[in-house]
Structures are given as C-alpha cells and as structure tokens.
C-alpha cells in the first residue's frame, strides 16, 4: 500500500520498493497470452479496417503511432488504427481556441465538434475498434491488458507530485479509469482513479475490470 509521507508541508505518496513476484509473473503471462489470441481472433477486423484506408474515402496509413509515457516515464509509441485525417496533432494546434478548448476538456473534443474525426473515425472510437493494434504493444512488454490509461506527455502535469505514483506501472489497454466512466470521467477526478488502481491492484481487479470493459464497449458507456 502507498504511503504519504511529509515533505517542506506537502504530502507525498511513496510508492513501495517491494513488488509482489508473482502478481507481476502472472500478469505478464495472463498478458501475453490474451495478446496472442486477441490478434489472432480480431485479424478478420484487422484486415477489413485496412482494406478500407486502403480503398476508402479516408486514404491513407491505417495505423495511428503517437507517443505516450509508459513505466517509469519512458516514452513508447502506442498503436491504434487511425480514426482521424492524417497529420489530426498539427491541424489541432493550428487552432488555438479549440486547442484550449482540448486540454481543458481533459485532452479530447466531442467527435461533432472535432476537425480531425472522420466519419469512419467515429464508428471504430464508439465500438473501441481503434484500440485493438494495443496487443502488438501488450506484446511488446511496453502496456498490459489492464493498466492506467497511458497519457502524452502535457498530461502527466494533472498527475503533480504523484507522477511517480502513476508512472510506477505499465499502462493498459483498458482499465478502472475506462469502466469507471471514460470520456465522462475528467481531470482530476481521473487522478484518484487512476492511483486507486495501482494501490489496489490485484489478478482478481484486473479480471472484474476485464468483465466490466465488455460491458462498456457493448454499451459505448464514455466514448466519443
């Protein structure tokens, strides 16, 4: 468990030295595994997303890379299948009104208002269909299937002194702060959440979080 220990009047949340062995072995075995089989299950979605970057309106790579902090602060690129127009970051932050607008709503934009979203865009964020290439960073060893919810870089600034708190694990695919509400969840609401995971943490966790993600995809529970 964290500790808050004080620090010139502010409290500071430690987090343990110590790991469980075979909580971590588990994990990344239940890991590697699930990885697996998600890509081989999912790869007729797969193919059927290229081919339609490939041939669709929306031409272009189909893969999205966009660099996110994982464990200890290093800098992994995450994959996903692209559900905005190419070069979506610099189109943004030529728009400073609604660039404002972007971070002070927790980093997103609601999909009607949002120039880089297409249509095709919309359909694969709704059905979480752009998260499935995660499995090739589960792989990877840089995220896990259940993990905080990895953030880029002008994020970790909402985390304050407890960064090292939430940059002490891997990142997931999914996790509490995605069944707990997602898009509907804010800064800093999404902080105690977040560290309330990586306190908490367990196999049993991780499985009820598994359960609960169906549950929201099937109902499109907090997504843009």
Aim: aromatic share 14%; proline share 4%.
């Amino acid at each position: 468990m964290f500790q808050l220990k004080e620090e010139s009047n502010k409290k500071i949340l430690v987090v343990p030295k110590q790991n469980n062995f075979f909580f971590h072995f588990f994990k990344r075995v239940i890991d590697i595994f699930a990885a697996v089989i998600g890509l081989i299950l999912f790869s007729p979605v797969y193919l059927i997303i290229v081919l339609f970057y490939l041939f669709g309106e929306n031409k272009g790579a189909p893969i999205f890379k966009q660099q996110r902090i994982g464990k200890n602060g290093k800098i992994f690129n995450i994959y996903k299948f692209r559900s905005m127009v190419v070069g979506a970051e610099e189109k943004l932050k030529k728009n400073e009104v609604l660039y404002q607008k972007y971070i002070k709503n927790s980093y997103k934009l609601e999909p009607h208002e949002d120039p880089r979203m297409t249509k095709f865009g919309n359909f694969i964020r709704k059905t979480s269909l752009d998260e499935l290439p995660q499995f090739i960073n589960v792989l990877k060893g840089e995220m896990s299937l259940v993990g905080p919810r990895p953030v880029v870089k002008e994020e970790l600034n909402e985390y304050g002194y407890q960064v090292n708190a939430f940059t002490s694990v891997k990142p997931g695919i999914t996790g509490y702060w995605q069944v707990s509400g997602r898009s509907d969840v804010g800064y800093p609401e999404r902080v105690d959440i977040e560290l309330y995971y990586i306190e908490h943490a367990s196999l049993y966790l991780d499985l009820k979080i598994i359960c609960l993600t169906f549950v929201c995809v099937l109902t499109k529970k907090g997504t843009y």
